[in-house]
Structures are given as structure tokens and as C-alpha cells.
């Protein structure tokens, strides 16, 4: 009675009975489990019958299949589109590798000879099986079928959501409709308004379309760090690049300079996201970069933004003065544009008009006047300034003082009656001073008109899977913590990693700031010719924390951790 209940198990389920490693029993019930999609070795490791590592290394040694360690394994060399993404799900295959005519292929079972014969039959190649762990397998496909190849074939269309070109560069309709005819591959469309979406939901700033020679690659920028999210076959990326170009109103038969566009992406009647859109011709095709662009962030008011309470109030006493200079500094990055949103979103009342010059328009703002700059045109920042000084002006932003003349007006605006807001690219506030008399601003007009300067970094804030951690005093005192500031009850936290934060530790950012009000004593450092370190070492004597002071007390209220602080205030 025996023999013929093995006769009905499977190759593998019968050698491991007749090896006494496995009952008949268990073995006929594992096989009759055919739920699993992992089949018999996944439900026999799901029991608790056999570890995965001890299933491959008896297939190994009884079937004589060489055994692969797929967490040694390098990613970039696995053969991605060599079989279908159906095939790998159904059969929990991977092709590991192709040369010639053979292929290598994982799967946890060696026995399974239908699925060696559908691989043989679809890529029409000579198969070489090797044992993996079924465990680390699963990891594997679960990764390689959520890519892309897969979701092109699987999306269904959402009718919450629509793409609208918005047209920063006409392009003539029957070109577009041309156009769109070409690109009108309904997988296409339907994945890349699904990146849009996901990249959305994750809070991206950006999401990076990259070709190369063998793969394509899509990655999202998320809380400052970039993260690859897809591969789709590399023989998309013409699609993928035309129907992107085709939305923000490029050309796509120009491949061979870079385009800028915007395109909207209307997610319902009362909520629609913004992006910026860049394409670079690289050696292996046009790599798109999609910078959103989300008006809400401008709406979330200063208490979100992470300053303390006294920096909050020196920042809302200067831009709710009648007239001065407010400059934000900081790296690309860093979230100026947020801050100066915020702030104009507080000065943006109905008796007051504002304008903006920018490099472009970024966030749209009902009640604000928004010129995008167009140099092709004529049209720069000192022109804009020019024509804003015509047009009965109480607050001007200027996106960035790059030179001399756009300075020069910009400081002249605010001796005439006006608020003007601005950014520059330095490293922290008593720098950005000695940056402006470098360009070339007499020292006078710098301290009659500049009256606070605010720099920025973001951090990333942990998760709230965060953990206490105990770090030595020395490491503390190292890092810029004083004797006062280690006493008192406080505790330190680090990252962990949950789902949420998808592993990282880490969920959103919060700012850190160095907030400088120009005092009469830094006014007097600048008129005499001092330089940046008399205007820092005046600023501390006056109370203002520089950005590692700030970054530390986000450290002490838990916010973030001090590796993060040290990364970020890295002067």
C-alpha cells in the first residue's frame, strides 16, 4: 500500500520519502496543498518540516544540481527579460543567467519538470537548473515581478485620475495629435500615471526615468534620498520618454538637447500635483527627470516647517515689516522654496500685491503675480525687477540673486518702500553677507537693507519605530553638545526600520535653521570691512544658534538622530 501512495507523489516529495527524511504522510499532504504559491518545497518549509537551506542542499546532492547562495548573488547579472514575468510567478523561476544558448535557471525544486520544459519551449534555449533556498527565491521574484514588465500587463485604468498637459511651450495640435496617436499604448500611458501616483503617495520630490546600455531603471527621490523602484524592459524606454514628452508639450522628435516642460496630473476635482519636467540626452537615450511640484507644501505653515519658537518670531517680525531684504540660503535642496512660499502665503492678504520672479514657477499661488523667467526671450531676473518696480509693488521675491545687477535692483527695491524676499547659494547666514560685498554690494547698502538672513538644512525625521540609543559623552561633546546641554532628563533615539518607513528608519524631514536678524553691531562688523567669522562670532555672542546648535536641539527633543545631524550640518 505504500509503494503506491509514493507513486503519486512527486519527484522530489517520493526521493525525500525514500530517504526517510519525509513520512508519507506529510509528503502527500504537502503535495495535495496546492494553494502555495511556492508549491511543495514552499509548503513544506511553511510546516516546519524542513528548513529552506536543508531542502537545497539535499535536491543538491540527490539530484546532482549545483546549489546557488542567491544573497551572494549579484542583481545586475540576473536575465531579467529573458522569461516572461508570467512564467517566473507561475512556475517560481528565475533565469539567473544566459550565454549562448544555454540558461541558467533558480528554482527550488529541480524536480519540477514541466515548468524546465515551458522555459525550454518560451525562450527556446537549452535550461541548466540550480537549486536556491526557497525563502530567498521568493524574495527574489517578488522583486523582479513587482517591476515593471509585470505592471505594464496588469494595471487597470483609474478613472480618478487624468493627465493634462499644462503648456509652458505650444507645440502646434496637430503635432500633438500626431503625436499622441504614435504613443497611444494604453500599458504605457497606464504605468506611467501609476509612477505618478505611487511617486505621490510615497511624498518623492522627484522621480528619476534613467536609460543604459542593458537596463532601464526608474528611481524615486524620497526625503532627500534616491531609491530605485522599477526596471521595465529596456525596450520601453523610447515609449515611456515620447509619452512623457507628448504630456508636458515637448518636442519628441528633439532628442538631441535638453527640454524643459510641465505637465498636471489631476488626481480629483479639488486636488491636482504639478511637475516640472526635464529631459537630458545621455549616450543611451533621454534620461526624464519629474520634479513634483505639490501646492500643499506651500499651505502647511511655518509651525511645520521645524522652527523654534523664538526663530518663528524673529522671521515673522521681519517679513511683516514695511520694507527690507529677507534672504534664504542653503544648498540645492534644502527647502528654500518651501520657506519663501510659506512666508508669502502669510503675507498674501487682499491689500497687498505681490510679485515673484522665478526660475520657473514652481508652486502656484492664487492672489500672487508669478513671472517665469525666459532668457531666450530677454527675459531675467534684473528685467523682471526692473518692470515690477512699475507696477506698484509691496512685496517682491526675486527665486535668486546670481549677480550684480539683479543684487543691485533688489536692494534698492528695499530702500524704496518694498519687501523683498530672495535666495543665494551659501553654506550659513554670515557667509551670505561676504557673499554679497564679493559681487560686488557696497557695504553700506548691504547693511541699510538686508535685515534677516535665514539658512537651511533638511533632516531626515525619524520613523516612530525610532529606538533610544545611548551614546557615549564623548562622541556628545564631539558633536557640539556643551556640559548644560547633557544635563537635564532627555534621550537620545536612532533608527530602526518598520514598514511604514520602508525599512529606512526614517519618515518626512524637518528643517534646521539659522536664523540671523542684522543687528546695529553686525551692521557696524559689515560698514567697517569685517568678515564672515567677526559676523558669527557676533551673531553667538547675540544669541543665534548656528545650524549644528539647531540641528543638536532637534536631536535632544527626539525629531532626529545625531548621525543625521552630523551628515547634514557638515560644514
Given at each position: 500500500m505504500a509503494s503506491v501512495q509514493q507513486t503519486s507523489l512527486s519527484g522530489l516529495a517520493r526521493a525525500l520519502v525514500q530517504h526517510g527524511r519525509l513520512t508519507e504522510a506529510d509528503a502527500q499532504?504537502?503535495?495535495?496543498?496546492t494553494g502555495n504559491p511556492g508549491g511543495f518545497v514552499a509548503e513544506l518549509v511553511q510546516r516546519s518540516l524542513m528548513k529552506p537551506a536543508e531542502v537545497a542542499t539535499f535536491c543538491s546532492v540527490t539530484f546532482g544540481s549545483p546549489w546557488l547562495d542567491l544573497s551572494a548573488y549579484d542583481e545586475s547579472y540576473v536575465a531579467k527579460d529573458a522569461i516572461d514575468a508570467k512564467l517566473m510567478a507561475k512556475h517560481q523561476v528565475i533565469g539567473l543567467s544566459k550565454r549562448g544558448n544555454r540558461i541558467a535557471v533558480a528554482l527550488a525544486d529541480p524536480t519540477n519538470l514541466r515548468a524546465l520544459d515551458e522555459i525550454r519551449f518560451q525562450t527556446g534555449l537549452a535550461v541548466d537548473p540550480v537549486v536556491v533556498e526557497v525563502d530567498k527565491l521568493g524574495q527574489w521574484l517578488k522583486?523582479?515581478?513587482e517591476s515593471a514588465s509585470s505592471v505594464l500587463s496588469t494595471l487597470t485604468t483609474n478613472d480618478e485620475f487624468d493627465l493634462d498637459g499644462m503648456i509652458d511651450a505650444p507645440i502646434e495640435d496637430a503635432q500633438a495629435d500626431a503625436a499622441a496617436g504614435e504613443i497611444d499604448d494604453a500599458p504605457v500611458v497606464r504605468f506611467i500615471q501609476k509612477m505618478l501616483v505611487d511617486a505621490i503617495n510615497e511624498g518623492a520630490s522627484d522621480i528619476h526615468f534613467e536609460p543604459y546600455e542593458k537596463f532601464y531603471r526608474i528611481r524615486f527621490r524620497t526625503d532627500g534620498i534616491l531609491r530605485e523602484i522599477s526596471q521595465p524592459p529596456l525596450a520601453l524606454k523610447e515609449k515611456i520618454a515620447a509619452r512623457i514628452k507628448v504630456i508636458s508639450r515637448l518636442d519628441i522628435s528633439e532628442k538631441r538637447v535638453p527640454q524643459d516642460g510641465r505637465m498636471k496630473l489631476v488626481l480629483s476635482k479639488n486636488k491636482a500635483i504639478d511637475f516640472r519636467v526635464s529631459t537630458l540626452p545621455t549616450m543611451y537615450g533621454e534620461k526624464i527627470v519629474m520634479r513634483i511640484l505639490d501646492p500643499t507644501s506651500a499651505m502647511l505653515g511655518i509651525d511645520a516647517l521645524g522652527y523654534e519658537p523664538d526663530q518663528k518670531a524673529a522671521l515673522l517680525n521681519a517679513v511683516e515689516r514695511p520694507y527690507g531684504m529677507v534672504l534664504v540660503t542653503g544648498p540645492t535642496g534644502s527647502g528654500k522654496t518651501v520657506s519663501l512660499y510659506t512666508c508669502l502665503n502669510i503675507l498674501n492678504k487682499p491689500g497687498v500685491n505681490i510679485s515673484t520672479a522665478e526660475d520657473p514657477a514652481e508652486i502656484t499661488l492664487p492672489g500672487?503675480?508669478?513671472?517665469?523667467?525666459?532668457?531666450?526671450?530677454?527675459l531675467n531676473f534684473a528685467v523682471s525687477l526692473k518692470a515690477f518696480l512699475r507696477q506698484d509693488p509691496d512685496v517682491i521675491m526675486v527665486g535668486e540673486i546670481r549677480d550684480l545687477?539683479?543684487?543691485e535692483i533688489s536692494?534698492?527695491?528695499?530702500?524704496?518702500?518694498?519687501?523683498?524676499?530672495?535666495?543665494?547659494h551659501t553654506n550659513d547666514a554670515p557667509t551670505t553677507l561676504e557673499r554679497l560685498k564679493n559681487m560686488g554690494v557696497a557695504p553700506f547698502n548691504i547693511a541699510s537693507s538686508v535685515i534677516l538672513i535665514t539658512a537651511q538644512r533638511l533632516a531626515r525625521r525619524l520613523c516612530s519605530c525610532k529606538k533610544p540609543i545611548d551614546i557615549p559623552m564623548e562622541a556628545l561633546m564631539q558633536a557640539g553638545f556643551t556640559e548644560s546641554d547633557l544635563g537635564g532628563d532627555w534621550q537620545a533615539y536612532g533608527p530602526v526600520g518598520c514598514e511604514r518607513c520602508k525599512g529606512t528608519g526614517y519618515k518626512g524631514r524637518v528643517g534646521i535653521y539659522q536664523v540671523m536678524p542684522i543687528s546695529d553691531e553686525i551692521q557696524r562688523i559689515i560698514m567697517t570691512g569685517g568678515n564672515s567669522i567677526d559676523i558669527a562670532t557676533?551673531?553667538?555672542i547675540e544669541g543665534v544658534q548656528d545650524l549644528r546648535q539647531s540641528g543638536l536641539l532637534k536631536?535632544?527633543?527626539?525629531?532626529?538622530?545625531?548621525t543625521e545631524v552630523l551628515a547634514t550640518t557638515n560644514e
Amino acid at each position: 500500500m505504500a509503494s503506491v501512495q509514493q507513486t503519486s507523489l512527486s519527484g522530489l516529495a517520493r526521493a525525500l520519502v525514500q530517504h526517510g527524511r519525509l513520512t508519507e504522510a506529510d509528503a502527500q499532504a504537502c503535495t495535495a496543498q496546492t494553494g502555495n504559491p511556492g508549491g511543495f518545497v514552499a509548503e513544506l518549509v511553511q510546516r516546519s518540516l524542513m528548513k529552506p537551506a536543508e531542502v537545497a542542499t539535499f535536491c543538491s546532492v540527490t539530484f546532482g544540481s549545483p546549489w546557488l547562495d542567491l544573497s551572494a548573488y549579484d542583481e545586475s547579472y540576473v536575465a531579467k527579460d529573458a522569461i516572461d514575468a508570467k512564467l517566473m510567478a507561475k512556475h517560481q523561476v528565475i533565469g539567473l543567467s544566459k550565454r549562448g544558448n544555454r540558461i541558467a535557471v533558480a528554482l527550488a525544486d529541480p524536480t519540477n519538470l514541466r515548468a524546465l520544459d515551458e522555459i525550454r519551449f518560451q525562450t527556446g534555449l537549452a535550461v541548466d537548473p540550480v537549486v536556491v533556498e526557497v525563502d530567498k527565491l521568493g524574495q527574489w521574484l517578488k522583486k523582479l515581478t513587482e517591476s515593471a514588465s509585470s505592471v505594464l500587463s496588469t494595471l487597470t485604468t483609474n478613472d480618478e485620475f487624468d493627465l493634462d498637459g499644462m503648456i509652458d511651450a505650444p507645440i502646434e495640435d496637430a503635432q500633438a495629435d500626431a503625436a499622441a496617436g504614435e504613443i497611444d499604448d494604453a500599458p504605457v500611458v497606464r504605468f506611467i500615471q501609476k509612477m505618478l501616483v505611487d511617486a505621490i503617495n510615497e511624498g518623492a520630490s522627484d522621480i528619476h526615468f534613467e536609460p543604459y546600455e542593458k537596463f532601464y531603471r526608474i528611481r524615486f527621490r524620497t526625503d532627500g534620498i534616491l531609491r530605485e523602484i522599477s526596471q521595465p524592459p529596456l525596450a520601453l524606454k523610447e515609449k515611456i520618454a515620447a509619452r512623457i514628452k507628448v504630456i508636458s508639450r515637448l518636442d519628441i522628435s528633439e532628442k538631441r538637447v535638453p527640454q524643459d516642460g510641465r505637465m498636471k496630473l489631476v488626481l480629483s476635482k479639488n486636488k491636482a500635483i504639478d511637475f516640472r519636467v526635464s529631459t537630458l540626452p545621455t549616450m543611451y537615450g533621454e534620461k526624464i527627470v519629474m520634479r513634483i511640484l505639490d501646492p500643499t507644501s506651500a499651505m502647511l505653515g511655518i509651525d511645520a516647517l521645524g522652527y523654534e519658537p523664538d526663530q518663528k518670531a524673529a522671521l515673522l517680525n521681519a517679513v511683516e515689516r514695511p520694507y527690507g531684504m529677507v534672504l534664504v540660503t542653503g544648498p540645492t535642496g534644502s527647502g528654500k522654496t518651501v520657506s519663501l512660499y510659506t512666508c508669502l502665503n502669510i503675507l498674501n492678504k487682499p491689500g497687498v500685491n505681490i510679485s515673484t520672479a522665478e526660475d520657473p514657477a514652481e508652486i502656484t499661488l492664487p492672489g500672487v503675480n508669478q513671472v517665469t523667467m525666459n532668457d531666450k526671450a530677454g527675459l531675467n531676473f534684473a528685467v523682471s525687477l526692473k518692470a515690477f518696480l512699475r507696477q506698484d509693488p509691496d512685496v517682491i521675491m526675486v527665486g535668486e540673486i546670481r549677480d550684480l545687477e539683479t543684487a543691485e535692483i533688489s536692494i534698492k527695491a528695499s530702500q524704496t518702500g518694498h519687501m523683498v524676499l530672495s535666495t543665494l547659494h551659501t553654506n550659513d547666514a554670515p557667509t551670505t553677507l561676504e557673499r554679497l560685498k564679493n559681487m560686488g554690494v557696497a557695504p553700506f547698502n548691504i547693511a541699510s537693507s538686508v535685515i534677516l538672513i535665514t539658512a537651511q538644512r533638511l533632516a531626515r525625521r525619524l520613523c516612530s519605530c525610532k529606538k533610544p540609543i545611548d551614546i557615549p559623552m564623548e562622541a556628545l561633546m564631539q558633536a557640539g553638545f556643551t556640559e548644560s546641554d547633557l544635563g537635564g532628563d532627555w534621550q537620545a533615539y536612532g533608527p530602526v526600520g518598520c514598514e511604514r518607513c520602508k525599512g529606512t528608519g526614517y519618515k518626512g524631514r524637518v528643517g534646521i535653521y539659522q536664523v540671523m536678524p542684522i543687528s546695529d553691531e553686525i551692521q557696524r562688523i559689515i560698514m567697517t570691512g569685517g568678515n564672515s567669522i567677526d559676523i558669527a562670532t557676533q551673531a553667538q555672542i547675540e544669541g543665534v544658534q548656528d545650524l549644528r546648535q539647531s540641528g543638536l536641539l532637534k536631536v535632544k527633543q527626539g525629531m532626529t538622530s545625531l548621525t543625521e545631524v552630523l551628515a547634514t550640518t557638515n560644514e
